[in-house]
């Protein structure tokens, strides 16, 4: 009987300190990634609490570090309103487009300034009197990374045709705002809050969602590794059952 025993004990114990190495080490990353978004959502924090900046200054630490999202700028330009691109999105439980419309600085570059939300049914400026700005304007907003290509797989493919956008494709829309990529800036800017409520677009649209369930995650690994020796345990140390004699 101990010889054949052995073997599987044996074999427990490496399926055991197998399981529980993978828990933990699963349990490990997820306390891992609890420290990178804590740190991630006190950096937007903090961005989005500071003074705005020049456009200027944040070209430039676009340039050092292809970084510059949720940083306050200030800039002025002159909307270019025939070639609005529109962005379907949702925005306090209603759908409806975000506003991006080709800025027309004083150099004679463009940046693409998405100048908030309109509900679905208002979408045509004519049924928004007076909601298009003319001449030059002086802003402020979030400036907004540009995205390296399609969010998701799931996520429709762009309609540039019937100006319908499904995701932020920066060039994309400034073709078909007729904007050469070489006079466009690389980033985007998200209008900031006004407080003018009821005007069209609604400014103040940037919705900084991060969820941050690592810590649950991670008490989820380690309580299945804590239950994994319990169960180990329990198979080890229980009492043989009593065999009748010859």
């Known amino acids: 009987m101990s010889?054949?025993?052995?073997?599987?004990?044996?074999?427990?114990?490496?399926?055991?300190?197998?399981?529980?190495a993978i828990l933990l080490a699963l349990g490990t990353w997820q306390v891992q990634r609890l420290a990178w978004k804590d740190a991630l959502i006190s950096s937007i924090e903090s961005r989005m609490a500071a003074a705005p900046d020049t456009l200027d200054a944040v070209e430039q630490r676009?340039?050092?570090?292809?970084?510059?999202?949720?940083?306050?700028?200030?800039?002025?330009?002159?909307?270019?309103?025939?070639?609005?691109q529109y962005f379907l999105s949702t925005f306090g439980g209603q759908s409806?487009?975000?506003?991006?419309?080709?800025?027309?600085?004083?150099?004679?570059r463009f940046l693409m300034f998405n100048r908030g939300f309109v509900p679905y049914d208002l979408r045509d400026p004519a049924k928004r009197p007076?909601?298009?700005?003319?001449?030059?304007?002086?802003?402020?907003?979030?400036?907004?990374?540009?995205?390296?290509?399609?969010?998701?797989?799931?996520?429709?493919?762009?309609?540039?045709?019937?100006?319908?956008?499904?995701?932020?494709?920066?060039?994309?829309?400034?073709?078909?705002?007729?904007?050469?990529p070489d006079n466009l800036l690389p980033f985007f800017v998200d209008a900031w809050p006004t407080s003018k409520a009821g005007t069209l677009p609604i400014a103040g649209t940037t919705l900084v969602i991060l969820p941050n369930n690592h810590l649950q995650y991670a008490m989820t690994w380690y309580?299945?590794?804590?239950?994994?020796?319990?169960?180990?345990g329990v198979l080890v140390f229980r009492k043989k059952p009593m065999t009748a004699s010859a």
């Open 3 to 20: 010889a054949q025993a052995n073997p599987t004990r044996r074999g427990l114990h490496l399926a055991t300190l197998i399981g529980l």
């Open 62 to 84: 676009f340039t050092e570090t292809g970084d510059v999202d949720y940083y306050p700028v200030t800039l002025t330009g002159t909307f270019q309103n025939q070639s609005e």
């Open 96 to 108: 409806g487009w975000n506003v991006y419309a080709p800025l027309q600085l004083a150099d004679g």
């Open 130 to 180: 007076g909601s298009q700005l003319s001449g030059a304007v002086n802003l402020t907003g979030l400036a907004r990374n540009p995205l390296a290509g399609k969010p998701s797989s799931i996520t429709p493919e762009n309609d540039p045709k019937s100006n319908i956008w499904y995701w932020k494709d920066l060039s994309g829309m400034a073709v078909n705002a007729a904007i050469a």
């Open 223 to 232: 309580g299945l590794a804590a239950a994994l020796i319990g169960v180990w």
